[in-house]
């Protein structure tokens, strides 16, 4: 049977608001299963805790400091690993949507109107990756 530590989900958070990023962080690391490995400002930095941390999910928002998160989830998709992507931004129109959706996002949703479902999201995501660890 695997540790605790191995069944939990590790998430990547790229945001370049550091109080909502924090915010955001806190918000995911009370999710049961979730634990927040990583965070960045840019694409830079992202991609390089990334590859430090080896997360399972990367979240981005669409403005970084420097960079966007359309870049970010290009070269995460780019680099074929079991990697889940997650865009949450506040552009959260329909061409930013599908353009998220193009660049490999597998989820999107506005930080905004639609938090509480990124949430749900993100504990459905580590329940099947609990069960996944178990069985």
Do not use: W
């Amino acid at each position: 049977m695997k540790s605790e530590r191995s069944t939990k989900l590790k998430v990547f958070l790229a945001e370049d608001s550091v109080p909502v990023r924090r915010r955001i962080s806190l918000s995911l690391g009370r999710i049961d299963g979730v634990c927040v490995v990583g965070e960045a400002e840019d694409v830079s930095a992202a991609l390089e805790g990334i590859a430090a941390s080896c997360p399972d999910l990367v979240i981005a928002d669409l403005r970084l400091a420097q960079g966007n998160g359309l870049e970010l989830i290009e070269a995460v998709t780019a680099a074929n690993q079991p990697v889940v992507t997650m865009m949450l931004t506040n552009h959260a129109g329909p061409a930013i949507r599908e353009a998220s959706l193009a660049a490999g996002a597998q989820y999107f949703f506005d930080k905004t109107a639609e938090f509480e479902e990124a949430r749900s999201a993100v504990e459905a995501i580590a329940r099947t990756r609990s069960t996944r660890a178990v069985a």
